[in-house]
């Protein structure tokens, strides 16, 4: 499994903006942003300054990052954002050359209030204005590309965080003002991540959810959800179904839908792995064959434990083998379909 530039910049945006940073700068290439005091704390590993923080009830002073997505179209940019600041200050120094010295009464050169500025350094480099306020020290470079620490880190604080959400869906300004409440119905749903492994390895993403009211599943539950506006708090003027469905129940019956789902797969490349097993499994038989004939008993018993070790690695490396594993749920309050008619 990998992912696009495009999918970790939007995957990393979405955490930050959840995480309620300061973004003070963005492009398609990067984003310079201040942390939260909750990503500080998830991302720095810093706990000796939170322990210190927390115990003297201090103002925090957070790190700052620039993330960037795409190196080389970045540096590209900055080169031509650096080279079209130094055309202006060029000009501007041309056009403070070429314009005329007035005199005041007593007959010494006049300045405005912004003239005053005008010092030896400014007329070569510009004035240079003061920088943002962006936590201590410098601003820390990192470049985000899937397999990078710094995103397997954002990963592993995302899974922390929102390993299991209870959301409700935004009725709307409209629904506060209505005379009947809305019908909303809970769903639980699992994200589960599907390994194919043998010699080689390819990973699935499975979001499915099921209705606890209907027992309805979607296989297509992320299409379901991307569709609705999701919040935290019970919204007004609303109502939740009862559950005819535990979460337990529910999760039992995804997990057998899922497992049916899998069994339709093509297996030919389980066949085509236990085939290279078997080539792996004789080669070393070929190998140990006469080495375990020695006739010295102490040689002999240590060829026969390389032997089997030798086979149980070659068995885990090559066996064909499907893993599901739950990476996070949630319990999604959903306004029904005839509700929503009405």
């Known amino acids: 499994m990998t992912m696009t530039t495009e999918q970790i910049q939007k995957y990393v945006l979405t955490y930050l903006e959840s995480m309620e940073c300061n973004v003070i700068e963005q492009s398609p290439y990067h984003v310079m942003v201040k942390l939260s005091p909750g990503a500080d704390k ?8 939170w322990g210190f923080i927390e115990r003297t009830n201090t103002e925090p ?34 056009a403070q050359l070429d314009k005329p010295v007035t005199t005041s009464n007593e007959g010494t050169p006049s300045s405005s209030p912004s003239q005053t500025e005008d010092t030896i350094l400014g007329r070569y480099f510009g004035v240079v204005q003061p920088l943002p306020n962006v936590g201590p020290g410098r601003i820390h470079r990192e470049h985000l590309h899937f397999g990078s620490p710094r995103l397997q880190q954002i990963f592993a604080a995302a899974r922390r965080g929102g390993s299991c959400v209870y959301l ?11 005379l009947f409440p809305a019908a909303y119905e809970p769903w639980l749903g699992v994200s589960f991540k599907v390994e194919f492994a043998c010699d080689m390895k390819r990973e699935e993403l499975h979001f499915m959810g099921i209705s606890l009211v209907s027992g309805e599943i979607d296989f297509q539950f992320r299409d379901r959800l991307s569709r609705r506006s999701l919040r935290p708090r019970l919204p007004e003027n609303i109502h939740i179904e009862p559950s005819s469905i535990t979460p337990a129940e529910g999760r039992e019956a995804l997990e057998s839908s899922l497992q049916s789902k899998l069994s339709e797969v093509d297996p030919s490349w389980a066949i085509e792995a236990s085939e290279r097993l078997q080539e792996e499994l004789e080669l070393i038989d070929a190998y140990y064959r006469d080495l375990l004939l020695e006739e010295d008993e102490e040689k002999r018993r240590s060829a026969n434990e390389q032997y089997e070790a030798r086979r149980e690695e070659i068995r885990w490396q090559y066996e064909p083998r499907i893993l599901v594993t739950a990476i996070n749920c949630g319990i999604f309050h959903l306004r029904q379909e005839s509700s929503r008619t009405k």
Not at 42 to 49: F, I, V
């Open 42 to 49: 998830e991302l720095t590993g810093r706990p000796y300054y």
């Open 168 to 178: 409700f869906e935004d009725p709307g300004p409209k629904q506060r003002s209505t």
């Open 61 to 94: 002073e957070t790190m700052s990052f620039l993330f960037v997505f795409d190196p080389e179209k970045y540096d590209q940019a900055e080169i031509a954002k650096t080279a079209q600041a130094n055309e202006a200050r060029r000009a501007a120094l041309h």
